[in-house]
Nanobody, 125 residues
C-alpha cells in the first residue's frame, strides 16, 4: 500500500495562504494521478484539485479556480496544493489522494485508490 502523508495545514486568517504537500512513494506516485479532496464540518468529501500522472493536465473545482494551484514534483515524490486568498469556507480537512489509472476526469472519492490521513486547514480571524 502506497503511503501518502499530508502536511502544511494550520490556522490562517482570511485572505492568507497555505501550501499543502503530500509525500508519496516514487514508484507508485509517478504512475498515479494525484488529487486533493476536502471535507468540511458536516459536509461530504469533495474534490478540490487533481493533476495527471505527468502534470500535463489539471482540474480544479469551481471553488478553487483562480485561488488554488496544484502541482507535482515526481522527482521528489511530492504533490502540492498552493492555496491563496483563503476564505472561511475553505476550512476543512484536506486529503491527498492517488488514483490509478491516471485519468483525472470525473474523479470522485469512490474512485480513489489511496488516501492520506488528512491535514486540517482552518481559515478564521
Amino acid at each position: 500500500q502506497v503511503q501518502l502523508v499530508e502536511s502544511g495545514g494550520g490556522l490562517v486568517q482570511p485572505g492568507g495562504s497555505l501550501r499543502l504537500s503530500c509525500a508519496a512513494s516514487r514508484r507508485t506516485f509517478v504512475g498515479y494521478a494525484m488529487g486533493w479532496f476536502r471535507q468540511g464540518p458536516g459536509k461530504e468529501r469533495e474534490i478540490v484539485a487533481a493533476i495527471s500522472w505527468n502534470g500535463g493536465s489539471t482540474y480544479y473545482a469551481d471553488s478553487a479556480k483562480g485561488r488554488f494551484t496544484m502541482s507535482r514534483d515526481n522527482a521528489r515524490n511530492t504533490a502540492y496544493l498552493q492555496m491563496n486568498s483563503l476564505k472561511p469556507e475553505d476550512t476543512a480537512v484536506y486529503y491527498c489522494a492517488a488514483r490509478y489509472p491516471r485519468e483525472i476526469t470525473g474523479w470522485t472519492p469512490a474512485k480513489t485508490d489511496y488516501w492520506g490521513q488528512g491535514t486540517q486547514v482552518t481559515v478564521s480571524s
